[in-house]
């Protein structure tokens, strides 16, 4: 049975997303998707959904829909309060959710992201072979407002059953683990000391393009502009102000600052729920 | 020269040879630097030929820049790709015979006098010269479906304009540097304007296949449109 769920409130920053847009970088279309991907990859699974299919992200506030058929939800990320009509029901795990009723996804109490699952996933035009809402150029379905109302596939006949299923927790201190290159040369050897022994800390002014860090300036042994080159997801790229920006999913797909290391992919989830404050430390990866 | 850090300074290269150095960019990534703009073209073009012969192990993404071409998502086996990209013979790049895309623009951009000033030649001279052009898709990047255009020589490199403007207009034909590009969309920018294209829409359409009238490596020219009064 197909449906639609409607936004009855968007919070903060809500968007649709999936595994991305992956390999249209050489047209300037950056990645997208959801940016902790096994949040994203367990809520579908405990959906029923394939691993990619389409879900909402939310960010510190969550959000509240109502679906016009039952459906089989599951909140998880960052956790939060989760309630059907007002009633509590779990978080983290599949809650049959009447049709006509109202599923809230609360703030989050730890992280910033919570990622809503529905069996069948959300159907919202495909752009490039991806649903995933990108901030940067703007593809994809816009962040959603009250009122909303988004298409819902087919929901799989039984969903998946899991007893106890071990959610990442966001963390209370950022490690992440990198690689120096392409341009650590441009650095001082005292910029790269500083980077793998200084504490930064998660800025509040990081989004999905970047995770952004207070803390020393990473000082350059070289000047000038770098040509526009292009950049990985992951590279953590050393703006004038010296301050590290990690890319996250929405990062430009080319740029001009020069990219000091690399942090590992399977460390970004964490990144996307270090809320702002949380104390960052880069360690050497080899 | 000593890193403090013992061995977590790798050298600055994954590996070099004669005006190409190969860099780590994480896991799975390559960044390869090349000695100029054409040099990067054309190893970006050799790399096209070689996937399309399926001589490439499996990348997720070529990705050319200004001087460079990044590999991305290398399944396997980077460190060899990166002894092997070293070996490669790089033809130079041809002035292919085939089609090029055609861009319908209107030389009556704001900016005419100050490019032509900096060109040495008169504003109407500007159009003749830029229309008489044939550009190449150096790399893409700013925003879906923008191309940085190579061609024009040496001495008709444009400066920026001192200040960026805060909105420039979908459609707008402007020169920085060694570049052309057309806007798909209003954005800031600080490039000179020189004229506009009318139907800005075609540049990029996620429902056409494909999407981007340019990509990487396409020849493009502007063919000049009369000014409708």
């Known amino acids: 049975m197909t449906g639609a769920i409607e936004v ?62 039952p459906v089989v939800a599951v909140v998880g990320g960052a956790p939060c309060r989760v309630t059907v009509d007002g009633r509590p029901v779990a978080w983290g795990a599949p809650v049959h959710v009447p049709a006509g009723a109202v599923l809230d996804a609360g703030p989050a109490v730890r992280g910033l992201r919570s990622y809503l699952a529905f069996g069948g996933g959300l159907l919202p035009e495909p752009v490039l072979g991806s649903r995933s809402a990108d901030l940067l150029s703007g593809l994809g379905p816009a962040p959603l407002r009250d009122g909303d109302v988004l298409p819902l596939g087919h929901e799989a006949p039984r969903p998946v059953a899991a007893d106890v299923v071990p959610w990442p927790a966001a963390p209370g201190e950022l490690v992440l683990p990198v690689r120096l290159g392409p341009r ?47 950049m990985v997801l992951g590279a953590i790229q050393v703006p004038p102000d010296g301050r590290p920006v990690v890319f996250l999913n929405d990062h430009p797909t080319t740029g001009g600052y020069p990219v000091i290391g690399v942090v590992r992919e399977t460390a970004l989830a ?4 270090a809320v702002p404050g949380t104390r960052v430390r880069f360690v050497g990866a080899g | 020269m000593s890193a403090g850090t013992g061995a977590a300074r790798p050298s600055a290269d994954a590996g070099t040879a004669e005006g190409i150095s190969v860099l780590p960019a994480g896991s799975g990534a390559l960044l390869v630097e090349l000695s100029s703009g054409e040099h990067a073209e054309a190893f970006h073009a050799e790399l096209l030929r070689r996937r399309a012969r399926g001589e490439l192990p499996a990348v997720r993404e070529i990705v050319p820049g200004a001087r460079t071409v990044l590999l991305g998502g290398i399944a396997d086996g980077s460190a060899r790709l990166a002894r092997e990209l070293l070996t490669w013979r790089i033809p130079p790049l041809r002035r292919d015979t085939g089609d090029a895309v055609e861009i319908p623009v209107v030389y009556d951009g704001p900016d005419l006098a100050d490019v032509a000033a900096a060109w040495g030649v008169t504003a109407a001279d500007v159009p003749r010269i830029h229309a008489g052009t044939e550009f190449r898709v150096a790399f893409c990047g700013f925003a879906p479906g923008f191309g940085y255009l190579t061609g024009l020589p040496e001495h008709l490199h444009t400066p920026r304009r ?3 403007r805060t909105r420039v207009p979908a459609g707008a034909l402007a020169l920085a540097g060694e570049y052309s590009g057309v806007y798909p969309r209003p954005s800031p920018g600080g490039w000179q304007i020189i004229g506009r294209m009318p139907e800005p829409g075609d540049l990029w359409n996620p429902a056409r296949e494909p999407a981007a009238l340019l990509s990487p490596g396409a020849r493009v ?4 449109a009369e000014v409708r009064p």
């Open chain 1, 184 to 230: 650590h040369t441009w650095f001082t050897d005292e910029a790269l000391r500083t980077l793998t022994t200084a504490t930064y800390r998660v800025s509040p002014h990081s989004n999905r393009i970047g995770l952004r860090t207070e803390g020393p300036a990473l000082t350059r042994a070289r000047e000038g502009e770098l040509p526009s080159e292009g």
């Open chain 2, 162 to 164: 001192a200040t960026p």
């Open chain 1, 270 to 273: 964490g990144a996307a729920q």
């Open chain 1, 8 to 69: 009855v409130r968007a919070g903060a920053l809500t968007t649709v997303q999936d595994a991305g847009r992956i390999g249209w970088a050489h047209l300037g279309v950056p990645r997208a998707g959801a940016l902790d991907a096994p949040s994203r990859r367990l809520a579908n699974r405990l959906a029923g959904n394939p691993a990619d299919a389409a879900l909402l992200e939310t960010t510190v506030t969550g959000c509240a829909v109502r679906a016009d058929r």
């Open chain 2, 221 to 224: 020219r502007f063919v000049a």
